[in-house]
């Protein structure tokens, strides 16, 4: 069993920005896809971004396009979520997510992913 934990959530103002990050304890972490996803209370779980570790594959959901950047850190098992120019909208609990390999089509699908963070609370409000 993988171990996902997330870090970096909290509090900010609209238009403010955020990093988030998750961190796994896994020797062959770098075999796999690692993804965010987040959801409010009385929807369904959200994609966000996917990035494929040791290569350059990223998805993004076009809610975010242009304001979030996930990216990996070079010899660590782990990824980053870059949050610019939030929106009250983008209030949620985030989740990080670790899976196999998954082509780009299939990275927003959350049964991509075997294994999932506790979550980390974003709040955008002013």
């Known amino acids: 069993q993988v171990q996902l934990l997330e870090s970096g959530g909290g509090l900010v103002q609209p238009g403010g920005s955020l990093r988030l990050s998750c961190a796994a304890s896994?020797?062959?972490?770098?075999?796999?896809?690692m993804a965010w996803f987040r959801q409010v209370p009385g929807k369904e779980r959200e994609f966000v971004a996917a990035?494929?570790?040791?290569?350059?594959?990223?998805q993004y959901a076009d809610s975010v396009k242009g304001r979030f950047t996930i990216s990996t850190e070079n010899a660590k098992n782990t990824v980053d979520l870059q949050m610019n120019s939030l929106d009250t909208k983008d209030t949620a609990v985030y989740y990080c997510?670790?899976?196999?390999?998954?082509?780009?089509?299939?990275?927003?699908?959350?049964?991509?992913?075997?294994?999932w963070g506790p979550g980390t609370q974003v709040t955008v409000s002013s």
């Open positions: 997510a670790y899976g196999p390999y998954a082509i780009i089509s299939a990275m927003p699908s959350p049964a991509s992913y075997r294994f």
């Open positions: 990035i494929r570790w040791r290569g350059y594959a990223t």
């Open positions: 896994e020797r062959t972490f770098g075999t796999y896809t």
